[in-house]
């Protein structure tokens, strides 16, 4: 006879009061950043500052969301912006290339290129760090200078701009906006919807932050940790190609200083977003909070005078290393 | 039957007569974690000169009280005293310095330093500032040919065998002059002679007046050394007897506290089924060699050996986890299991030994503990059947009586006994026919055990077929139809029936292969 069983009233209190502040940490920051913004600056909470601040955090959003499939498998990717200058580069070649031929239709042909190209990407770093077992780490600090290099190749040291023709037909997809919501926000939002809904509602979710969580239990479960770490690098690599979608009509150019540092950006976003870095359970929406917390804190040292705006990083450096020291005492 | 401690009890020995107070005393020593009393109300004394060992099955107390006594852990309730002065000691270096050291059951060294450097390790000796190698060397040397070690101070201690490292884990803790050695489990990894080299060891400990506390599941060992021995049981001290009036069976039944044949199921009388899994010169390289076994439907088959003798190992490959070169024939067929998923997927589970490392995720609801070997099975297509899930635990809670507060609790929250009762269900919502189970019931306490032993028994008798691995020989005996005993990766003899004896066991997992079968007809 079991206890669980015969105190059904019990075990529906559990649920009441199960508040978890975990999970709502990054939420409850994100509200005391914004009342504290507007005590400095009123002008802060404008729907066009908002809406500015949130569309620009859109592209580290969607690469964290990635980030978050390979972290909470216990994974780690430093070359997500290298490899989103690498994309941007491959897309907007491509389209030029295209246009002579289909004339608009390449930039859907030139997306879905994009796409290809982040999967291939995502490949070749699970492969190396699953299959050919290097350090999560050391393997994609490799594919970061390769992925930067090539982009430096491709544009012989300056600028990919994307052809004439094609830039105003493909600006509504960064300047865009639906019923008043900025497009990138959208869409930030629909690939953070599709990766809650892989992490917490299929089977393969479930293996990556068993993956994560403690390998050695995986394996001995049956999961295959080579195919779950690598799925997770692919959907890495074609949330990078998303991010870099949206990106190409903002410059209308790939450089080779597109994306640098953004890595940073997206490991901080995932870890004060709640996810551990040492892998297991994710949480894809206190990642996108993240992400904005990030860029409401650049804005907010924009508007106000306190600090040097060029301390951004700095902040940013702190703020990811506060986020670690919570984790570890939190436990 | 279980003895009564107060009759069996030795007189106390701390009378007027005795001048000199005793070298260790602990009065009412207790532990707690959070709400679980590991250890309560322990008294022992140890005096010079005596040899004091305590025994108790796993998760009774045993490295608890050690730990306790060589300052890793600090008691939550009562007292310790050296020499009749009360002592708090707050770390390890401290006991020392009273003279009180510790021999670590698994081996603590650094590999890619020498034998000397390790022996040395944390207190080099100096001259002028500088390590002084040479004085270091001769100490080395002195101090292992004292312990019968002829490995050279010079070599790393990666190319230094399992007994010599033994050896110069206990020359490390004899380097200064200690009062009382503890032993943990000191034979664990030792063969035939390297434990008698051991046993003669700490007889000469006693000799030259120093106490030693001996801590070990070997109750020949025990009976061969122990002056006095304490019985733990489940965290409570049972009684301190002097050893010349316990047999070994009066100890085991002592350890478990009731009559050793109420703990096991009563076998099946049946004859034996046909066969469900066959392997043939299994090799799994550099563990087992070479073996072949049958399994029937309806059976328990016993695994004996020491520690390192590639039981473990040998299933591990069977199932995928590890390379292997060997033919399985799973009810008749032919397979060749190439991970762990082939093997769930043929019918063959795998129970791990390491419910916390390699088991259970601590850090994670029951549910998908439960799920996580049948996710495939439980959820055709891409996503997560929620509902399905919650059904199958409150099954399994009902089925394996896993007691638990909520069912929101975290796998690392159950007790040890929950914990393995979560893990067989979770093997068995695979429904394997073959179920491998590595160390049934380490770490839990009695009541669980029994239920363990029962569940394993149904499970046979539904039709399916049943491994059991363990270093607990009763636990074999108790519980297989049959056992084989694995020695240096090989079978070295296979027992049943009346010959299943601890001595058999002892003999078949130490005795060389060529040795045990030519006295097969005299010993076994």
């Not at chain 1, 075990?11 to 509200?31: K, Q, V, Y």
């Not at chain 2, 259970?360 to 439960?370: K, T, V």
């Not at chain 2, 394996?400 to 069912?407: G, M």
């Not at chain 2, 009763?474 to 027992?495: A, T």
Request: aromatic share 6%; net charge neutral; with cysteine.
């Amino acid at each position: 006879m079991s206890v669980a069983t015969t105190e059904p009233g019990r075990l529906e209190r559990d649920r009441d009061f199960n508040f978890n502040w975990a999970a709502a940490g990054p939420f409850l920051a994100l509200l005391v950043l914004l009342a504290i913004g507007f005590v400095i600056n009123p002008d802060f909470l404008s729907a066009t500052n908002l809406s500015n601040v949130i569309t620009r955090s859109a592209f580290i959003a969607i690469i964290a969301v990635g980030a978050t499939f390979v972290i909470s498998s216990g994974g780690l990717d430093l070359s997500v912006g290298s490899m989103a200058a690498f994309i941007t580069g491959i897309t907007i070649m491509c389209m030029n290339m295209m246009v002579p031929n289909v004339g608009l239709w390449s930039i859907p042909a030139g997306m879905a290129i994009a796409v290809l190209a982040g999967i291939a990407c995502g490949l070749v770093n699970g492969v190396i760090v699953t299959v050919g077992k290097i350090e999560p780490f050391i393997a994609t600090l490799g594919t970061m200078g390769i992925f930067r290099a090539l982009i430096t190749y491709m544009s012989d040291g300056g600028t990919i701009p994307i052809d004439r023709t094609l830039r105003e037909a493909y600006r509504p997809v960064y300047f865009g906006t639906v019923a008043g919501i900025p497009l990138p926000i959208l869409i930030s939002l629909a690939v953070a919807a599709l990766g809650a809904f892989i992490l917490y509602k299929t089977k393969y979710g479930r293996q990556c932050a068993a993956a994560g969580a403690n390998e050695d239990v995986a394996r001995y479960s049956g999961i295959s940790i080579i195919r779950t770490r690598t799925i997770a690098y692919v959907i890495q690599g074609a949330c990078v190609a998303i991010a870099a979608i949206c990106y190409v009509p903002r410059l209308g150019a790939a450089t080779p200083t597109t994306g640098v540092l953004w890595e940073l950006q997206v490991i901080t976003a995932v870890v004060i977003g709640g996810t551990a870095l040492r892998g297991g359970k994710g949480r894809i929406w206190g990642t996108v909070a993240g992400a904005v917390i990030l860029e409401l804190i650049a804005n907010l040292m924009v508007l106000s005078d306190f600090v040097s705006e060029y301390l951004v990083a700095a902040v940013q450096g702190v703020i990811i290393i506060i986020a670690m020291l919570i984790q570890r005492f939190s436990k | 039957m279980a003895r009564d401690p107060d009759m069996q009890q030795t007189p106390p020995r701390h009378d007027a007569t005795q001048a000199e107070p005793c070298l260790l005393r602990t009065a009412n020593l207790t532990k707690q974690y959070g709400p679980v009393t590991v250890l309560s109300n322990v008294g022992i004394d140890i005096h010079a000169g005596e040899i004091h060992a305590i025994i108790g099955e796993n998760g009774a107390g045993k490295s608890t009280l050690m730990r306790l006594i060589s300052g890793y852990v600090q008691p939550s309730a009562g007292t310790i005293a050296v020499s009749g002065k009360p002592v708090a000691f707050a770390t390890p270096h401290q006991a020392e310095e009273a003279g009180i050291v510790l021999v670590h059951q698994e081996i603590l060294l650094a590999e890619g330093l020498s034998v000397a450097e390790n022996l040395f390790l944390g207190r080099e000796l100096t001259r002028n500032g500088l390590v002084d190698d040479r004085a270091m060397h001769r100490i080395a040397r002195e101090k292992l040919d004292e312990l019968g070690c002829h490995v050279s101070p010079r070599t790393l201690v990666r190319d230094v065998g399992l007994a010599d490292r033994q050896l110069i884990q206990i020359g490390r803790a004899l380097l200064d002059d200690h009062k009382l050695v503890i032993f943990d489990e000191p034979t664990a990894v030792l063969t035939g002679n390297e434990v008698e080299r051991l046993l003669e060891i700490v007889l000469r400990l006693k000799d030259r007046n120093m106490g030693v506390l001996y801590i070990s599941h070997r109750l020949d060992e025990v009976q061969r050394l122990a002056d006095k021995v304490t019985v733990l049981r489940d965290g409570k001290m049972i009684g301190t007897y002097a050893g010349h009036t316990l047999s070994q069976m009066d100890m085991a039944e002592l350890m478990v506290g009731r009559e050793l044949s109420a703990l096991y199921p009563p076998k099946s009388d049946a004859p034996r089924g046909e066969a469900i899994l066959r392997v043939s010169n299994a090799t799994v390289p550099g563990y087992a060699n070479d073996v072949s076994f049958t399994l029937h439907k309806g059976e328990i088959l016993g695994f004996a050996g020491m520690i390192g003798a590639g039981r473990t190992e040998l299933f591990e490959g069977i199932v995928g986890l590890r390379p292997v070169d060997a033919r399985v024939e799973l009810h008749g067929q032919p397979m060749a299991i190439r991970s762990p998923r082939e093997a769930i997927d043929a019918g063959i589970g795998y129970l791990t030994e390491d419910r916390k490392g390699k088991g259970l995720l601590l850090q994670e609801r029951l549910a998908p503990n439960l799920t996580l070997s049948a996710l495939r099975r439980l959820n055709p297509g891409l996503w997560l059947r929620k509902h399905q899930e919650a059904v199958a635990l409150d099954q399994a809670v009902d089925r394996y009586d896993i007691r638990v507060r909520s069912l929101r609790l975290h796998a690392g929250q159950l007790s040890g006994g929950n914990q393995q009762k979560l893990l067989l269900a979770k093997i068995l919502l695979t429904n394997p026919s073959v179920v491998i189970i590595d160390e049934p019931t380490r770490g839990i306490d009695i009541a669980n055990k029994a239920q363990i032993y029962t569940f394993i028994r149904k499970l046979v008798s539904e039709g399916k077929a049943c491994v059991v691995i363990s270093s607990e020989m009763q636990e074999l005996i108790g519980l297989c139809d049959r056992i084989l005993v694995m020695r240096q990766g090989r079978i070295n003899g296979e027992i049943a029936g009346e010959r299943m004896t601890e001595s058999n066991i002892a003999w078949l997992a130490t005795a060389e292969a060529g040795v045990a079968h030519a006295t097969e007809g005299g010993r076994v």
